[in-house]
C-alpha cells in the first residue's frame, strides 16, 4: 500500500500508515528544497511545513538553517486530512534502500529533497530524493514536491530571486 513503509531507522519495525496523524496535535509534515553546493554564505534551502493548523513556506540561508524569510497561512483539519490523505496516494512514507548514507553532498550542482513526517518534534519519518538521477531513499511519485507547493498561496512568487 502507498501509504505504509517501514521506518528508515532500522531498529523501528513497525509501518507508518501517514494518514494516522489526520488528528494528531503535534504532527507535521515538511519539504525542504536544498540548493546547490555553494558557500555558507549563499547557500539557500526552501521548506514548506504543513499541520492541521497552518501552512509555513520559509527561505533558509547558509548550512544551519537560519531563517531568512518566511510566511504562513492558517490551515483546517479537513484540509490537512486532504492533504495527508493526497500524499500517502503519491507514497510519501515510501522509501528504497539507499546509494548513499544521507543526502549531503549528493548531487552537488542540483537540488536535494527532504521529506520530513514529526510528531511533537520528533522525527517519525525521513528521507530524501535528488536532482540529478535516481539516488536517495524517498520512493514515492514526484508529485509530491508539486503538491507542497501548492499549500502555499503565490508560492512562486515567494521564491522569487531565491538561488537554489
Do not use: M
Not at 521506518?7 to 496535535?25: E, L, P, Q, R, W
Not at 497561512?73 to 493526497?86: I, K, P, Q, V
Not at 508529485?143 to 501548492?150: G, T
Amino acid at each position: 500500500r502507498p501509504e505504509t513503509s517501514t521506518s528508515t531507522d532500522s531498529k523501528a519495525k513497525t509501518a507508518i500508515k501517514i494518514t494516522d496523524y489526520v488528528g494528531t496535535f503535534g504532527s507535521e509534515v515538511s519539504l525542504t528544497t536544498q540548493g546547490r553546493i555553494v558557500g555558507d554564505d549563499a547557500f539557500r534551502s526552501v521548506r514548506v511545513t504543513v499541520t492541521q493548523y497552518s501552512r509555513t513556506v520559509e527561505v533558509l540561508k547558509g548550512y544551519d538553517n537560519t531563517v531568512d524569510k518566511s510566511q504562513q497561512f492558517t490551515n483546517t483539519r479537513a484540509a490537512y486530512d486532504a492533504f495527508l490523505h493526497s500524499l500517502a496516494n503519491l507514497g510519501f512514507t515510501r522509501t528504497r534502500k539507499p546509494s548513499f548514507p544521507d543526502e549531503r553532498g549528493v548531487c552537488p550542482t542540483g537540488n536535494r529533497f527532504v521529506y520530513l513526517l514529526k510528531e511533537n518534534g520528533n522525527d517519525i519519518h525521513r528521507s530524501w530524493s535528488a536532482s540529478c538521477g535516481n539516488v536517495g531513499t524517498f520512493a514515492g511519485a514526484s508529485q509530491v514536491r508539486q503538491l507542497f507547493q501548492s499549500q502555499i498561496p503565490e508560492y512562486s512568487k515567494f521564491v522569487q530571486g531565491v538561488q537554489l
